[in-house]
């Protein structure tokens, strides 16, 4: 199940489990940008196999019930790559980092599965195509959760959630109302608020509470 099989990463990319970041061969740092394309590269993947089942669907070469299927083990397999391509790939990951990935799973099975339920109740083809393309996009939530993981592996204990240039949802407010948390009361960004992956909230990390008043002091 735990298999990076979407990336393809490049041999020379050395994941420095002390940083929590990948770094090439020469101890030079993989710069971010290589990493995102390799996330959307995931993610287009994803887009166009859930684009060709929904086409077979509306063909009836596909029945609804393996459309469903073969649509949320697509989804299921993005989210589980970009997770693992964040923390550094399988041989990196505790039995911890498997139980959070486990329950976000759990969430998004049964977000979808309301919304086959939905989809048999009748639901535009408009609004159909809209929802699904948020379930693929929603697999940005599994970037900001293994960036929290790696924040707490490199000793960051505090947290806060600093609000976006955006029409906020109530959860994001509350978050941000919070104030500096321990980080393992930290919400990830683009997860568990309405806004998932439209979310333009970013998280600042800290390791003690004085670096936070500082932080803060000096904005």
């Given at each position: 199940?735990?298999?990076?099989?979407?990336?393809?990463l490049?041999?020379?990319?050395?994941?420095?489990?002390?940083?929590q970041?990948?770094?090439?061969?020469?101890?030079?740092?993989?710069?971010?940008?290589?990493?995102?394309k390799?996330?959307?590269?995931?993610?287009e993947?994803?887009?166009?196999?859930?684009?060709?089942?929904?086409?077979?669907?509306?063909?009836?070469?596909l029945?609804?019930?393996?459309?469903?299927?073969?649509?949320?083990?697509?989804?299921?397999?993005a989210e589980?790559?970009?997770?693992l391509?964040?923390?550094?790939?399988?041989?990196?990951?505790?039995?911890?980092?498997?139980?959070?990935?486990?329950?976000?799973?759990?969430?998004?099975?049964?977000?979808?599965?309301?919304?086959?339920?939905?989809?048999?109740?009748?639901?535009?083809?408009?609004?159909?195509?809209?929802?699904?393309?948020?379930?693929?996009e929603?697999?940005?939530?599994?970037?900001?959760?293994?960036?929290?993981?790696?924040?707490i592996?490199?000793?960051?204990?505090?947290?806060?959630r600093?609000?976006?240039?955006?029409?906020?949802?109530?959860?994001?407010?509350?978050y941000?109302?919070?104030?500096?948390?321990?980080?393992e009361?930290?919400?990830?960004?683009?997860t568990?608020?309405?806004?998932?992956?439209?979310?333009?909230?970013?998280?600042?990390?800290?390791?003690?509470?004085?670096?936070?008043?500082?932080?803060?002091?000096?904005?």
């Open positions: 199940m735990l298999v990076l099989n979407a990336f393809h490049p041999s020379s990319y050395i994941w420095d489990k002390k940083e970041v990948y770094k090439y061969k020469s101890g030079e740092l993989v710069p971010k940008t290589r990493i995102d390799l996330f959307q590269s995931n993610l993947l994803l887009k166009k196999r859930n684009s060709k089942l929904l086409n077979d669907l509306y063909s009836k070469e029945s609804f019930d393996n459309w469903r299927k073969e649509t949320f083990i697509n989804i299921k397999y589980i790559n970009t997770f391509l964040k923390t550094g790939g399988p041989e990196n990951i505790s039995k911890k980092d498997i139980k959070i990935l486990n329950g976000n799973l759990k969430k998004k099975f049964e977000y979808f599965s309301k919304f086959t339920q939905d989809i048999k109740n009748g639901i535009s083809k408009v609004e159909l195509e809209y929802r699904l393309k948020r379930y693929n929603s697999v940005y939530s599994a970037l900001s959760t293994g960036d929290l993981l790696n924040k592996k490199t000793g960051n204990k505090f947290a806060y600093i609000l976006g240039a955006a029409e906020h949802c109530n959860d994001c407010i509350n941000a109302s919070l104030g500096v948390v321990p980080i009361q930290f919400i990830p960004v683009k568990n608020c309405v806004c998932q992956e439209r979310c333009k909230c970013t998280g600042l990390f800290f390791e003690s509470l004085l670096d936070a008043t500082q932080s803060f002091n000096n904005r």
